[in-house]
């Protein structure tokens, strides 16, 4: 099986272009799942987390869930449903072959897998995955 599209990290990368980029990795990864795993479906999950509801990065919001630093928040994270099959996977095991992919593609890219959220999928940044 060929391996996703590979994607340098610029030197000091700022903010928008590294959003940009997570964007672009994205799409090449979901179309290489497409190709490569036709027994599997992609459905977006939580994408970004407004500060209005969630709180400004660095800060958790009463009411609201994740961690007060998440990458979501930062445009930077994505998580992903996974059906195969027609079953909807819950583990995070079932991510690990495409987690992996993705974790291929850049080296600061990250997924779940490694820390059970196995539907994480993220560029690190400031530390955090």
Do not use: C
Not at 18 to 32: D, H, P, S, V
């Amino acid at each position: 099986m060929p391996a996703p599209k590979k994607f340098k990290v610029p030197p000091n990368e700022k903010l928008g272009a590294k959003q940009n980029r997570f964007g672009l990795m994205q799409a090449y990864w979901r179309i290489w799942v497409e190709e490569n795993y036709p027994n599997y479906q992609l459905t977006k999950g939580d994408a970004f987390r407004d500060p209005r509801v969630f709180g400004a990065v660095g800060i958790a919001k009463p009411g609201g869930y994740g961690r007060a630093s998440s990458l979501h928040k930062m445009r930077l994270a994505q998580d992903w449903n996974l059906i195969i099959d027609g079953v909807f996977q819950q583990s995070s095991e079932a991510h690990r072959e495409i987690g992996e992919a993705w974790e291929s593609m850049s080296e600061d890219a990250s997924s779940g897998v490694s820390f059970n959220d196995g539907n994480h999928y993220s560029l690190k940044h400031g530390g955090r995955r």
